[in-house]
């Protein structure tokens, strides 16, 4: 039995590190490019901003990316980057930010603790820390609050959605509550290719037999390196991680929720998540636009050589356009009551 529990370690622990190396690799890679650099794209980069003062870690750290024509103000997005809460970095996400900011985005692209060194709920208390440092200091770059996108992608789609839970419902966790308090609401949620509830990984499974082992491994990885092996003993708390059946509750929330853009491939192990998150918003009377790209696994927007890359970005930017990046359009209101709102469709 020993032998069989260390060769399975040995074997999660050779596939992670093959992910973390491909990931890493590719990002790398793509600096080297000469259209990688900023200034080709008219885009300055303010590295390293420390959003937590007191205790702070290496890693609560943010980049700024934004226009250098002019002192703005930029309609703003907070980039959340992925990685299964265990491994890359906002400086493997570079990709990301600057793909917002040569589009006239300010972009706040974030860092955060990684487990299971630091596990739950630490990722999700850093990028609450950063988005009430956002809420105080984002007007000294340049951000539009009134015009604000959350992002983010796998395990950032995750944390991007619990953010927005946390300001939209009023909650006693202290960096929930803080989030809250900032009354800044998101006027648009991206959150892509998202895992949306992390606790009953063996859900993707169960559901399509045949499934990889090689997939469940770094399932399970994400599951007990972020939640351990007893879920259950977050309490109440379990909420921001697992999003989805938070919403699936339909708990009226405190803000009504802004329109989700939900973008994923139909080779992506995590797909059902996304359908259970579109009709979840659907059912709370909120919008969600969720597009999904014909054979394309997980997290392909992230590779702009793709055509159906390209063809996300243009989606992508087109929900901004429509709920975002106009200055005219009225901002969500801090104390604006629940009521209903317009229902979105499911697109192709």
Same mark, same amino acid.
């Given at each position: 039995?020993?032998?069989? %529990?260390? &060769?399975?370690?040995?074997?999660?622990? @050779? *596939? $992670?590190? !093959?992910?973390?190396?491909?990931?890493?690799? #590719?990002?790398?890679?793509?600096?080297?490019?000469?259209?990688?650099?900023?200034?080709?794209?008219?885009?300055?980069?303010?590295?390293?901003?420390?959003?937590?003062?007191?205790?702070?870690?290496?890693?609560?750290?943010?980049?700024?990316?934004?226009?250098?024509?002019?002192?703005?103000?930029?309609?703003?997005?907070?980039?959340?980057?992925?990685?299964?809460?265990?491994?890359?970095?906002?400086?493997?996400?570079?990709?990301?930010?600057?793909?917002?900011?040569?589009?006239?985005?300010?972009?706040?692209?974030?860092?955060?603790?990684?487990?299971?060194?630091?596990?739950?709920?630490?990722?999700?208390?850093?990028?609450?820390?950063?988005?009430?440092?956002?809420?105080?200091?984002?007007?000294?770059?340049?951000?539009?609050? %009134?015009? &604000?996108?959350?992002?983010?992608?796998? @395990? *950032? $789609?995750? !944390?991007?959605?619990?953010?927005?839970?946390? #300001?939209?419902?009023?909650?006693?966790?202290?960096?929930?509550?803080?989030?809250?308090?900032?009354?800044?609401?998101?006027?648009?949620?991206?959150?892509?290719?998202?895992?949306?509830?992390?606790?009953?990984?063996?859900?993707?499974?169960?559901?399509?037999?045949?499934?990889?082992?090689?997939?469940?491994?770094?399932?399970?990885?994400?599951?007990?390196?972020?939640?351990?092996?007893?879920?259950?003993?977050?309490?109440?708390?379990?909420?921001?991680?697992?999003?989805?059946?938070?919403?699936?509750?339909?708990?009226?929330?405190?803000?009504?929720?802004?329109?989700?853009?939900?973008?994923?491939?139909?080779?992506?192990?995590?797909?059902?998540?996304?359908?259970?998150?579109?009709?979840?918003?659907?059912?709370?009377?909120?919008?969600?636009?969720?597009?999904?790209?014909?054979?394309?696994?997980?997290?392909?927007?992230?590779?702009?050589?793709?055509?159906?890359?390209?063809?996300?970005?243009?989606?992508?930017?087109?929900?901004?356009?429509?709920?975002?990046?106009?200055?005219?359009?009225?901002?969500?209101?801090?104390?604006?009551?629940?009521?209903?709102?317009?229902?979105?469709?499911?697109?192709?």
């Amino acid at each position: 039995m020993q032998a069989v %529990r260390s &060769l399975t370690t040995l074997r999660r622990r @050779a *596939g $992670a590190v !093959l992910v973390d190396s491909f990931f890493s690799g #590719a990002s790398r890679l793509g600096r080297m490019h000469p259209l990688a650099r900023p200034e080709r794209h008219g885009v300055e980069v303010i590295r390293d901003v420390a959003y937590a003062e007191e205790g702070a870690h290496e890693r609560h750290r943010l980049d700024v990316y934004r226009p250098s024509d002019g002192p703005g103000p930029w309609p703003t997005v907070f980039y959340v980057h992925g990685g299964g809460f265990r491994i890359l970095s906002k400086d493997t996400h570079w990709i990301m930010a600057l793909s917002f900011a040569r589009r006239g985005y300010l972009v706040f692209n974030v860092g955060y603790r990684l487990a299971p060194k630091h596990p739950f709920p630490a990722a999700v208390e850093d990028v609450a820390a950063a988005y009430r440092w956002m809420a105080r200091h984002g007007a000294e770059y340049g951000a539009d609050l %009134r015009r &604000l996108a959350v992002a983010g992608e796998s @395990a *950032g $789609a995750n !944390l991007a959605t619990a953010l927005t839970l946390a #300001a939209t419902y009023r909650r006693a966790e202290p960096f929930a509550a803080g989030v809250f308090e900032t009354g800044v609401v998101p006027r648009a949620v991206l959150p892509a290719c998202g895992i949306f509830q992390v606790s009953d990984v063996d859900r993707f499974a169960r559901r399509k037999p045949g499934f990889p082992r090689f997939l469940r491994d770094r399932l399970e990885e994400v599951e007990r390196g972020y939640l351990g092996r007893e879920p259950t003993r977050h309490g109440p708390t379990i909420d921001f991680a697992d999003p989805l059946r938070w919403l699936e509750r339909a708990e009226p929330p405190d803000r009504p929720l802004p329109p989700f853009f939900l973008p994923v491939g139909t080779k992506d192990p995590l797909l059902d998540d996304t359908r259970r998150l579109a009709a979840a918003v659907r059912a709370h009377g909120a919008e969600a636009e969720d597009r999904y790209y014909e054979g394309e696994v997980h997290a392909f927007h992230a590779f702009p050589f793709l055509r159906s890359s390209r063809r996300c970005w243009s989606h992508t930017f087109a929900f901004l356009e429509r709920h975002v990046a106009d200055a005219s359009l009225t901002p969500p209101r801090d104390d604006a009551p629940t009521g209903p709102r317009s229902r979105g469709r499911g697109t192709r």
